[in-house]
């Protein structure tokens, strides 16, 4: 039997599947989105980057960074911290639902602590429990806010405050996630490091900066030249083995500086919808509890 | 059902092979000096992560240049080029025909080393296009889909010309691989890098891309190469043409889908559904296994050690590789071995292992018969493997344990990144820069015997001509084959 027609259809009706599932979907569902006013920023976000960091991002691609470097922070869940923010005028019965809150409180620190408003008064409570705390307060004139605390190694390392979505990258095109952690996360880097100069130690000569560290030096960024009179002052305060020599210093060319633009561009440093967090400047316990589903 | 054994006589088998003679020395020949470049890269890569300043003034000879060069070096140079080159050959040999258009061929096959050459000169030069296995900046891009349309056009047609109407298990692979390498590189190249789509989308696309160039196009040629070439040598027809069908449509319509691992930040449905896939893919690949085990099993003596050793190292690898994935792919464990050595250990075993190792095989065990010629030293081929097979496994193993150690410290957010680094990354970079070096060896080994063969082939074909041997009606046809070459 000549089996080639039914093999030519079957092949043809997988492709058509295949296609359908990881081409046309995703575009289906994320093709449109764009950018949106996040209330805490109060503008659009995100916006693009300016042309430096446009430049240097050429600059990241090129090099190929993103072979030992990830731009994504995962997170596993969250949790909530209660705040009092105020304890309003029926200082007594704040106290009781404080300790009805906290049952670890004796009366003397729930006291103290509804002195001290705003102040924390229970950390890290699932959203059942949170709500709960929430409708204690309810009517009782205090002000208590939820604030989301996002949780995963990746947050707990200190590499950004929340996870990162998909439309913290609508403008990077090529996008450059990776899939490496041989050096860190990426994501957060300009909030994390921002200082000029020590990226620019980083790039010359990483144990400049980092003892034993495995990234390799990027010497081709800095131009080596004689000093002319005056000391150029952009040249890197290099000492000891790394010094160039006697009568030389190293100056960074235009790409190591739109490098480090484009490096201090990256911040994920404000909430939106899909992966939001710590909101301190809550103002009322209503508003908060839309912002406990929110995060759901 | 044996596609083998045939009614054609000795001297009709060699009419075959013979119009296949230059054609697959050409490809064979640049396929093991692309291994070669690739296995240089991934060398100089590797010893970058110990020496920061190993290289370090030039542009060009990045880490992050030298990994997608060397990938894609072994992918488009070696793999993809070998395995043309062997799924013609099992085209002809089970369909029964003779090469249809070899002066096209040679087209398509110069055009693709070009395209190769641009493309990974492209890659250092600092075009490349930073998405995995497609990093080749967009000019090389159309010249590699130009030489594939010749390419496989012929294989189609070769394949359309068979004499003999029933298709063995092998055959289907083979077919379903010509259609779906043009479908997935057109269709990723116009979207990622022609009017690329925006944001996570590129991501899924190129995971998409991945997987099915990794399951789907190679790994259906290194499965072609296990079905054809295991029951030849231990004499024996497939245990179960059932089963290998079985395993065939599973791999097909949910290959594509396997390999991305959840927890990235894409949506979340493309975790799960490629979780569900990677665990199809697995139980296929048992499936597969199964029935080569029991054509094993019942065999008679195996006719040739060494070409034997390829293809288990190439099952296993393979195998081991799909049930790895499909438990990476669990949430939990990906929790850990997200973004870590791990991965790319997973691509040592998919791509030297199971790939490479066919290829290897097929490398080995066809290119006398087609040149007419032997190799010359066996001894050779015996150090080649070893190096390969100790090198491949060294580098996976290093790989594979040190990203689990890797991803256990990521996961551990009291241990400072410097103790990551250097308890779970730098130990294992360094076992596997040894692994490395012993592949390039290996490759090296392989460049040698092939040149040997070739050298021994063409001048064999001149004395002929010269007519210092007999059989002149031999030497004319070779010659005029090297004369349109």
């Known amino acids: 039997m000549n089996q080639g027609p039914t093999l030519f259809l079957g092949v043809l009706c997988a492709m058509a599947v295949s296609w359908i599932g990881f081409v046309m979907l995703p575009q289906v569902q994320l093709g449109s989105q764009s950018t949106r006013v996040v209330k805490e920023l109060g503008r659009h976000y995100p916006s693009p980057r300016g042309g430096l960091a446009e430049r240097g991002k050429d600059v990241y691609r090129a090099a190929g960074c993103a072979s030992c470097h990830t731009q994504q922070i995962r997170q596993t869940g969250f949790e909530f911290d209660m705040v009092l923010n105020d304890a309003g005028d029926f200082t007594n019965s704040v106290i009781a639902l404080v300790q009805q809150a906290n049952r670890s409180l004796s009366e003397q620190e729930a006291t103290d602590l509804v002195a001290k408003a705003p102040i924390t008064i229970r950390e890290g409570v699932k959203k059942e429990m949170a709500d709960h705390i929430l409708k204690l307060f309810k009517d009782s004139g205090a002000k208590v806010a939820a604030n989301i605390r996002p949780l995963g190694p990746d947050i707990e390392r200190g590499w950004g405050p929340r996870q990162t979505v998909g439309l913290d990258y609508l403008y990077d095109q090529p996008l450059l996630l990776g899939n490496q952690r041989i050096g860190p996360d990426l994501a957060n880097v300009g909030s994390r490091l921002t200082d000029r100069e020590w990226h620019l130690l980083h790039l010359y000569h990483p144990h400049t900066v980092v003892a034993g560290s495995i990234m390799p030096a990027y010497p081709y960024l800095f131009e080596t030249q004689e000093i002319d009179g005056e000391p150029s002052p952009d040249a890197l305060p290099l000492e000891g083995e790394f010094a160039p020599a006697e009568g030389m210093e190293v100056v960074p060319k235009p790409e190591a500086n739109s490098l480090v633009d484009y490096l201090l561009s990256l911040r994920i440093d404000n909430p939106v919808f899909e992966a939001p967090y710590l909101f301190t400047q809550a103002e009322s316990s209503e508003d908060n509890n839309s912002e406990t589903e929110q995060a759901q | ?485």
């Open chain 2, 1 to 485: 059902m044996d596609a083998n054994q045939s009614s054609k006589s000795p001297s009709d088998w060699s009419d075959i092979d013979r119009s296949y003679r230059f054609p697959t020395l050409f490809l064979a020949s640049k396929a093991v000096t692309w291994l070669l470049l690739g296995s240089i890269f991934s060398l100089i890569a590797s010893i970058k992560m110990h020496s920061p300043t190993f290289l370090a003034s030039c542009s060009w000879v990045t880490y992050g240049t030298m990994v997608p060069a060397a990938l894609n070096a072994v992918v488009y140079g070696f793999a993809l080029q070998a395995g043309f080159a062997a799924l013609l050959w099992m085209t002809m040999r089970m369909g029964q025909v003779k090469l249809v258009a070899p002066g096209y061929l040679y087209i398509g096959a110069t055009l693709w080393n070009i395209g190769v050459l641009v493309g990974i000169v492209g890659i250092m030069a600092g075009h490349s296009t930073g998405m995995a296995y497609l990093e080749m900046p967009g000019y090389a891009l159309p010249m590699l889909f130009a030489a594939y349309t010749l390419i496989g056009g012929i294989a189609l047609v070769t394949f359309h010309k068979r004499q003999v109407r029933d298709l063995y298990p092998s055959q289907w692979f083979i077919f379903a691989a010509l259609f779906w390498f043009p479908w997935i590189f057109s269709a990723a190249s116009c979207l990622l890098v022609g009017s690329p789509v925006r944001g996570v989308t590129q991501v899924v696309i190129d995971g998409w891309y991945a997987s099915g160039l990794n399951v789907v196009v190679l790994g259906f040629i290194g499965i072609a190469l296990l079905q054809y070439l295991i029951p030849k040598l231990a004499k024996r027809d497939l245990y179960n043409g059932y089963l290998s069908m079985f395993a065939f449509w599973v791999l097909l319509i949910f290959g594509s889908f396997a390999g991305i691992l959840p927890g990235q930040t894409l949506p979340s449905w493309v975790g799960a559904l490629s979780t569900v896939c990677s665990v199809f893919v697995a139980f296929a690949w048992i499936v597969l296994a199964y029935n080569i085990y029991r054509t094993i099993e019942g065999g008679g003596a195996k006719s040739d050690a060494l070409g034997i050793k390829f293809l288990y190292l190439s099952l296993a690898s393979g195998l081991a590789a799909a049930l790895l994935t499909a438990w990476a792919s669990r949430e939990t464990i990906a929790e850990v071995v997200q973004f870590t050595l791990f991965l790319p250990g997973l691509k040592w075993l998919q791509l030297y292992g199971f790939v490479g190792a066919g290829l290897l095989a097929a490398i080995y065990l066809f290119l006398p018969k087609v040149s007419g010629t032997q190799w010359s030293s066996p001894g050779r081929w015996t150090a080649t493997f070893w190096t390969y097979a100790v090198g491949v496994l060294l580098v996976a193993v290093a790989f594979l344990f040190g990203g689990w150690k890797h991803g256990k410290g990521l996961t551990n957010p009291d241990m400072p990144f410097m103790d990551i680094v250097r308890g779970g990354i730098a130990p294992f970079i360094r076992m596997s820069t040894v692994g490395e070096l012993l592949v390039t060896i290996a490759a090296l080994l392989l460049v040698w015997n092939v040149s040997c063969l070739f050298w021994r082939t063409y001048s064999g074909c001149l004395l002929n001509c010269c007519g210092l041997a007999g059989q002149g009606g031999d030497s004319g046809k070779s010659q005029s084959k090297k004369g349109s070459k």
